[in-house]
């Protein structure tokens, strides 16, 4: 991996090309960020070795609260229902209307909460954690909080617990 994405990450899928990318945002009918793209086609997933921290302003609680990535998930190139299948989560948090199609999971904290890109106009690329336990009360979706303004600043925000 190159010195921007510096992890060690195990269980990761296959090795992805650009096409591969192409491919999948072409099913999925969006346009992933450019930073979340370049991480994909050097990791393609998978689950940190060690505990990668992450803080945030919770909505929930209106408090700095803090997390840990359990895993990041995979793009199979080929249809795949796995628990860590990108475009399966995606499916399913849609047709369960509990995300709306402009929010994308990639990662599961402990606690089987979802960190999510926005692909919306207004906050494209923005990283939120969206707490299963939550729905915001006007759009029914998973309550949403702010963790970081892109995919490149959440991951260097990320911090070794040691």
């Known amino acids: 991996m190159s010195e921007k994405y510096e992890m060690i990450l195990s269980d990761s899928g296959e090795q992805l090309t650009s096409q591969d990318i192409r491919e999948i ?3 999925l009918s969006l346009v992933l960020p ?12 998978g689950m940190p070795e060690g505990d990668y ?3 945030f302003f ?7 609260n803090h997390s840990v990535i359990q895993e990041f998930f995979i793009l199979n190139k080929e249809e795949s229902d796995d628990y860590d299948d990108l475009m399966t989560n995606c499916m399913e948090l849609w047709d369960e209307e509990m995300l709306g199609k402009d929010d994308i999971p990639f ?7 979802y ?3 926005s692909l919306g ?3 494209y690329g923005t990283v939120y954690l969206c707490n299963h336990e939550y729905d915001d009360a006007e759009t029914g979706y998973l309550v949403k909080s702010k963790v970081a303004d892109s995919f490149s600043a959440f991951f260097e925000g990320l911090v070794l617990d040691e």
């Not at 450019?34 to 997933?45: T, V």
């Not at 919770?58 to 700095?64: F, H, M, S």
């Open 121 to 123: 106009s207004d906050d």
């Open 25 to 27: 945002e072409q099913k």
């Open 53 to 55: 921290v992450f803080e």
């Open 34 to 45: 450019d930073d979340y793209k370049a991480f994909m086609l050097e990791s393609n997933g």
């Open 58 to 64: 919770d909505e929930v609680t209106e408090k700095t």
């Open 115 to 117: 960190l999510c890109l």
């Open 107 to 113: 990662a599961l904290d402990p606690g089987g909460n």
